[in-house]
C-alpha cells in the first residue's frame, strides 16, 4: 500500500499527459530557449528544451530501451518529473540540498535508473511498478551493489529510486507505486561499506609539475608566438577549398593540370597528400585550387595516372603561399604552412586558449565555455593615464538556483569579474579572432574545423577532453622536431589530463603572495579556500593531502629560492640589516638550491618538513620589502598556532623576525620617489600623506645603511 504524502495545495498535482501533450510544457522552458520539444507519446524525449547552459549536451530518453509492460508508466512518472516539483514538506525532510527540481541532466540519470529497475522487474515477470515489493526493492539494491558501484553512487541510486516514488504521488491517478523500505530504515544497511573515502575531500588531482610545465609553455607558445601564422593558414585554407569549388574553365585546367602532375608522376617526386582516416591520399582540393582544374577533372586525372596508390607510396606536401612569422629559439617554426595540417593547427589553437584559460583564471570547465567573444573588454585608462587589470565578466553555473532553489540551466553573471592575465588576455583576443562577435569563444559550431557540422553550443568535454590529448601529441612531436626534446609533456601519474584538473592544479604564485589565499578565494570562486584546509573545508582538497599540502610544495620552493637570491646577493657584496641577521644568514648558507629541477611526487612530506624547521625558512615579501626569517614565537603577524610560515598580509614593522638587503633598500627609495611624484599632482590631505609615506621609507631605508652588515661581519 502507498504511503501518501502530506496532502498540501493542489498546485503540486499534474493531470495524466495524453499522446499529445509536450514533453516539456511552455511554462518549463525559458524564453531564449528554441530547442524543439517532444511529445509524450514519441520513444526518444529531448530534454533540450530544459538546457540552456552552452556546455551541456543536450539530453535524450530512449524509450525503446524501457520494456513495452512497463514503458506507460515510466514514461508518465518522467513526465512528471520533467514538469513538477517536489511538495515542501517532502523536501523538508531531505536536508538543505534537497531541490524540489534538478537539472535536465539530473532528471535523465534518474530515468536511465528507473528504466533499468523496469528491466529488472520484467525479467522477474513484474509488468506493473505497483507490484513492486519491498523485497523487491531491497534485491534489486542488492543486485546493484553487487557491480561492484561504490557507495557514493549506491546512495545516488537509493535517491534516484525514491524519486519514482515521490513523483508518483504528484500524479494525477497515481500508479501506487510503494515507499521504497530505506526510506523508513535508514539508508545504511542498503550501502556498501564506508572505505573512508567519502571524506569530503576533492578526489580530482592537480597535474605533476613536470607535465603542467611544458603543457602551459606550449600553450602560450601556440597562442604568442605561432597564432597568427595559424589563421593565416587557415583563411588561405578556406579561400583555395572556395576556389577549388568553382567550375573550372575547361581546357586551361586540364592543360595545368597535366603539367604539373606529370613531372611528378615521371620523376617519382613525392605528389600533393593529406592524411584522410590516418592514411595518405591526393589533395585534390589543393590540386584543384591551385592547378584551375575542376574536381572533376583532378578525379578524372587520378583514374586515369593511378595517382591514388602513387600518392600512398610517394607523399608529399601541400605547400601554400603563406609568409611563416612564428619563431623558436630564433628560427622559423616551419618552412612553409601546409594546406593539409591548417584545420588540425586551428584545433591545436583553441585547445592552447582553454588550457591558457583554464589553468590561469581559476574557472570550471564550464565556466570558460561559458564565455562569449567580448567578455574581456580593455580597460579604460584613469585620470592619470594607467591601465586598470583585465576582468573577464560570464556566467557561472555551479548551485545557481532560483527564490525556490530550484536549478537554473543558464545559470547568471558572476558578481565578481575574474581577473585576466595577460597569457589569458591574449587567449582570448585569438578566440575572438575565431568566432564572431558575440558568439560563444568555443562555439562548437566554429570550433569544427573539419566537418563543418554546426553543432549546439559550446565544445562539450568529452571532445575537449580529446583535444587536450591530441594537443599534447601535437606539441611532443613538435618538441622533438624542433630539437626540444626537455620541453616533451610526459604521461601524467594520474592519468590523463582532464579539464577539471587544470583548475585543481592551483596558481601557486598568486598562493604564496601577501594575501594569496584570499585572491585566490576571490577567483575560484570559494571563500572557504581563506580557511586553514587542514581544519576546515575540503575545497582544493585531494586524498593525499589536499590544498595545503600542494601549497607547502610551492612554499617551500618559493622560500627556498628566495635562500638561494639571498646567499648570491651576500655573496656579491650585499649587506643586510635587521633583528634576525645571523638567523638569515644560516637559513641562505643551508638551504637547498632546486636549480629548477622538478621536484617528486613524494616531496610533499619533504616540503612540510622543511617548513617547520622554525626559525630557518626565508619568506621574501616584497609588498613591505623585506624578508621574513619566520620564527614562530617572534612574529608580529599573529600567525595561527600551527603556521609554519607568517601572515605576509598583516606584517609589522619592527618584528623581531625581519631583515633587508641593500635591494630592500634601494626599493624601497624608488617607492619613496613614487610617492613625491604623487604627491606632487595630488590635492593637499592626500599630498601629505603621500609625503609622510615617502619620509617612512626613506627612514627604513636610512635606518638599514646605518645597520648594515656583510656576511663576514655577521659570522
Known amino acids: 500500500m502507498t504511503t501518501a504524502l502530506a496532502v498540501e495545495d493542489d498546485r503540486y498535482a499534474l493531470p495524466t499527459p495524453t499522446p499529445r501533450d509536450p514533453v516539456v510544457l511552455p511554462h518549463r522552458i525559458s524564453a531564449g530557449n528554441r530547442h524543439p520539444n517532444s511529445c509524450f507519446r514519441d520513444l526518444i524525449w529531448s530534454l533540450a528544451p530544459l538546457i540552456d547552459n552552452p556546455s551541456t549536451k ?130 545504511d544497511n542498503y550501502l556498501p561499506a564506508a572505505d573512508g573515502a567519502g571524506s569530503g575531500e576533492n578526489s580530482t588531482q592537480p597535474l605533476d609539475p613536470k607535465v603542467i610545465g611544458p603543457l602551459l609553455v606550449w600553450a602560450i607558445r601556440m597562442v604568442d608566438d605561432f597564432a597568427d601564422d595559424v589563421l593565416a593558414a587557415w583563411s588561405e585554407n578556406r579561400r583555395l577549398t572556395d576556389l577549388a569549388d568553382k567550375p573550372s574553365d575547361g581546357s586551361a585546367g586540364r592543360t595545368a593540370l597535366t603539367a604539373t602532375l606529370l613531372p611528378l608522376i615521371a620523376s617519382g617526386a613525392p605528389l600533393p597528400t593529406i592524411k584522410h582516416h590516418s592514411v595518405d591520399a591526393l589533395a585534390r582540393t589543393f590540386v584543384a585550387a591551385t592547378t584551375g582544374a575542376s574536381l572533376r577533372q583532378v578525379d578524372w586525372f587520378n583514374q586515369a595516372h593511378g595517382l591514388s596508390a602513387l600518392a600512398a607510396q610517394r607523399p608529399g606536401g601541400c605547400p601554400m603561399r603563406v609568409p611563416v612569422t612564428g619563431m623558436i629559439d630564433g628560427r622559423p617554426w616551419r618552412e612553409h604552412l601546409d594546406f593539409g595540417e591548417a584545420s588540425e593547427l586551428m584545433r591545436h589553437l583553441g585547445t592552447a586558449a582553454m588550457i591558457i584559460c583554464l589553468y590561469l583564471t581559476g574557472m570550471r570547465p564550464q565556466e570558460v565555455q561559458g564565455l562569449r567573444s567580448g567578455c574581456c573588454p580593455d580597460p579604460e585608462p584613469a585620470a592619470d593615464g594607467t591601465l586598470g587589470r583585465h576582468l573577464i565578466r560570464g556566467h557561472h553555473y555551479k548551485s545557481v538556483t532560483d527564490d525556490d532553489g530550484n536549478h537554473i540551466s543558464a545559470g547568471e553573471e558572476r558578481g565578481v569579474p575574474w581577473v585576466a592575465i595577460t597569457p589569458v588576455v591574449h587567449a582570448i583576443r585569438v578566440l575572438e579572432r575565431i568566432v564572431p562577435a558575440g558568439e560563444l569563444l568555443f562555439s562548437a559550431a ?128 650585499e649587506k643586510i640589516s635587521g633583528p634576525a641577521s645571523r638567523r638569515a644568514l644560516t637559513a641562505a648558507t643551508t638551504a637547498p638550491r632546486f636549480e629548477g629541477r622538478i621536484v617528486s611526487a613524494q616531496y610533499a612530506k619533504k616540503a612540510a618538513k622543511y617548513l617547520a624547521r622554525d626559525g630557518l625558512v626565508l619568506f621574501d615579501n616584497p609588498d613591505a620589502m623585506l624578508i621574513c626569517v619566520f620564527k614562530h614565537a617572534n612574529a608580529l603577524c599573529d600567525p595561527d598556532p600551527d603556521a609554519t610560515a607568517p601572515r605576509q598580509d598583516a606584517c609589522e614593522q619592527g618584528c623581531g623576525n625581519a631583515i633587508r638587503s641593500d635591494t630592500h633598500a634601494r626599493s624601497l627609495r624608488e617607492r619613496a620617489n613614487e610617492r613625491d611624484t604623487l604627491a606632487a599632482c595630488s590635492p593637499g590631505p592626500l599630498g601629505a600623506r603621500f609625503r609622510r609615506d615617502a619620509a617612512r621609507l626613506r627612514a627604513f631605508a636610512d635606518t638599514h645603511d646605518a645597520s648594515a652588515r656583510t656576511a663576514g661581519e655577521l659570522e
Not at 83 to 109: D, F, I, Q
Not at 157 to 178: C, E, Y
Not at 518 to 541: E, F, K, N, P, W
Request: charged share 25%; hydrophobic share 40%.
Open 58 to 187: 543536450l539530453t535524450q530518453i530512449r524509450w525503446a530501451r524501457c520494456p513495452a509492460e512497463l514503458r506507460e508508466q515510466v514514461k508518465v512518472l518522467a513526465w512528471v518529473m520533467i514538469n513538477g516539483e517536489l511538495r515542501a514538506t517532502y523536501l523538508r525532510t531531505r536536508g538543505a540540498h534537497a531541490r524540489a527540481r534538478r537539472s535536465a541532466v539530473s532528471m535523465g540519470g534518474s530515468v536511465a535508473e528507473w528504466i533499468l529497475l523496469a528491466r529488472w522487474l520484467h525479467r522477474r515477470g513484474i509488468t506493473d511498478l505497483a507490484a513492486c515489493t519491498h523485497d523487491d526493492w531491497s534485491e534489486y539494491v542488492a543486485d546493484r551493489r553487487a557491480g561492484g558501484s561504490p557507495r557514493k553512487r549506491i546512495a545516488r541510486v537509493l535517491g534516484q529510486l525514491t524519486s519514482l516514488w515521490a513523483f508518483d504521488q504528484l500524479a494525477g491517478s497515481s500508479i501506487g507505486v510503494i515507499q521504497p523500505p530505506w526510506e523508513t530504515e535508514g539508508v
Open 446 to 573: 566554429h570550433h569544427d574545423f573539419t566537418h563543418q557540422r554546426g553543432n549546439h553550443g559550446a565544445l562539450k568535454n568529452v571532445g575537449l577532453r580529446y583535444r587536450i590529448r591530441d594537443f599534447i601529441q601535437w606539441a611532443n612531436r613538435e618538441a622533438h622536431r624542433q630539437g626540444l626534446s626537455e620541453q616533451v609533456v610526459p604521461d601524467d601519474p594520474h592519468g590523463a589530463v582532464a579539464m577539471s584538473r587544470l583548475r585543481r592544479t592551483l596558481a601557486w604564485h598568486i598562493a604564496r603572495r601577501p594575501g594569496g589565499l584570499i585572491a585566490l578565494a576571490i577567483q575560484y570562486g570559494h571563500m572557504r579556500t581563506v580557511l586553514d584546509a587542514r581544519t576546515s573545508s575540503g575545497y582544493a582538497s585531494r586524498s593525499n593531502g589536499g590544498l595545503h599540502s600542494v601549497l607547502d610544495v610551492e612554499t617551500a620552493l618559493a622560500a627556498a629560492d628566495t635562500a638561494a637570491q639571498l646567499r648570491d646577493r651576500l655573496a656579491a657584496g
